[in-house]
């Protein structure tokens, strides 16, 4: 009797176990189901978060004057060069310092120049205010004239312009866009290119022989002697030779599209004062800040 019932308890205790061992079989089977029906139904917008999170983060254009300037980075290396996305939409417009020459490399200033790139068709910025800075000190970029000998305002470029900076002064005080007539401008470091419409014949040809041949021998941007080798009662070649010089030139020319070139002329000494060398002549870190003080661009040389 004692041993039937000792069995029959531990037979009580297994079916307990095994009770127990099917219940917890059931929740974790339930978990399972659960668990699967979560993954399919929300999987996919758990992945689409974990991708904004983890996709990278673009520094936003800074605004210079409430003009569009390229995007700034404190590294080495040329900024605001992003490509275009697939969207189709424009790289942003780009200042870019692209090359250093210090003084005594070609002569006795030293040269910065900047590149523009980018940016949609007209855009333009405004670079008046913006610093050069060196180990040395800066220098602030000042006003010039889009036209040489009109007023002058802030510059503004736009893609496709250069900008050339020279240390030194400029006899001309002022700073400006070349176009095709200012090589009549004579003096000026570095000299003006040379490179003026020439003459045409077919608007010669009713002048005396020895005015023509005297316009013959001038050479491109070059101005007439105060008293020209012609015959003093052919006053319509002496009208002509009168207008032989940078304000003719200009009259004639300047609604010409190619009238404008691509290159501004900067000079940051003004006119009489002793410049002021803030380039290295080996090495150096060369940085452009706008006039809110952000970096545009950096060069090391």
């Given amino acids: 009797m004692w041993i039937n019932l000792a069995i029959w308890q531990k037979a009580l205790q297994w ?6 061992q099917r219940f917890v079989a059931l929740i974790l089977l339930a978990l399972v ?45 040329n900024v605001g060069k992003e490509l275009s996305s697939s969207s189709g939409s424009v790289q942003p417009l780009a200042v870019e310092i692209s090359q250093i020459t210090p003084k005594g490399s070609y002569g006795q200033y030293s040269q910065i120049n900047l590149r523009v790139s980018g940016g949609a068709s007209g855009e333009k910025v405004n670079i008046t205010g913006w610093r050069v800075k060196t180990d040395k000190d800066y220098w602030v970029i000042p006003r010039g004239s889009e036209l040489y000998g009109s007023e002058t305002s802030d510059v503004f470029v736009k893609s496709g312009d250069t900008v050339n900076i ?36 077919e608007e010669t040809i009713n002048f005396s022989g020895l005015c023509q041949n005297y316009i013959n021998s001038l050479g491109s941007c070059q101005m007439p002697d105060a008293n020209p080798p012609v015959p003093a009662n052919d006053s319509a070649c002496l009208a002509f030779l009168s207008k032989l010089n940078y304000t003719g030139c200009v009259s004639r020319y300047r609604k010409d599209s190619d009238f404008y070139t691509n290159e501004w002329r900067i000079w940051l000494t003004p006119y009489g004062s002793q410049p002021s060398e803030i380039l290295d002549p080996y090495h150096g870190v060369v940085q452009l800040l706008d006039r809110n003080g952000k970096l545009v661009d950096q060069y090391s040389y």
């Avoid at 978060?49 to 605004?63: H, R």
Wanted: positive net charge; hydrophobic residues 35%.
């Fill in 15 to 20: 079916n307990r176990i095994n009770s127990m």
């Fill in 33 to 77: 189901v659960v668990g699967a029906f979560l993954v399919y139904r929300y999987a996919p917008n758990i992945l689409s978060l974990t991708d904004k999170v983890l996709a990278p983060i673009t520094p936003s254009p800074v605004k210079s004057n409430g003009v569009s300037a390229p995007a700034v980075s404190p590294l080495y290396g």
């Fill in 166 to 201: 020279y240390s030194h002064s400029n006899r001309l005080s002022v700073n400006y866009r070349v176009n095709k007539c200012i090589g009549y401008i004579k003096g000026v470091t570095p000299e003006n290119y040379s490179s003026c419409p020439y003459v045409n014949k």
